[in-house]
Nanobody, 124 residues
Framework: QVQLVESGGGLVQVGDSLRLSCAASGRTFSSYAMGWFRQAPGKEREFVSAISWSGRSTDYADSVKGRFTISRDNVKNTVYLQMISLKPEDTAVYIC?????????????????WGQGTQVTVSS
């Protein structure tokens, strides 16, 4: 069992930066690939980024490539999402999730555990 708690969201201006954190409980955190998804009002939850259990492999949605960076610290049981050059279309609830396979990173039904999310609002 893994419990995930996100933090770091907030209200920012266009072009600002934020770093989201997702703290995991459980001794098996390092065996899971981790993903970040986001959900805007009235829209489906969409893939943002993922990182393999080792951190050696990462992937990003085209909409955030070059602006977002995912990383993890398996000692601190935490995964991060560094976001720069934020845009109004980045406004959403950001949710982290854990999956057994990096290969299934795009598919919501491959994720076993989900956090509650943290709100990111980018104001113009």
């Amino acid at each position: 069992q893994v419990q995930l708690v996100e933090s770091g969201g907030g209200l920012v201006q266009v072009g600002d930066s934020l770093r989201l954190s997702c703290a995991a409980s459980g001794r098996t955190f390092s065996s899971y690939a981790m993903g970040w998804f986001r959900q805007a009002p009235g829209k489906e939850r969409e893939f943002v980024s993922a990182i393999s259990w080792s951190g050696r492999s990462t992937d990003y949605a085209d909409s955030v490539k070059g602006r977002f960076t995912i990383s993890r610290d398996n000692v601190k049981n935490t995964v991060y999402l560094q976001m720069i050059s934020l845009k109004p279309e980045d406004t959403a609830v950001y949710i982290c999730a854990a999956t057994e396979s990096f290969g299934g990173r795009y598919f919501r039904d491959k994720y076993l555990y989900w956090g509650q999310g943290t709100q990111v609002t980018v104001s113009s």
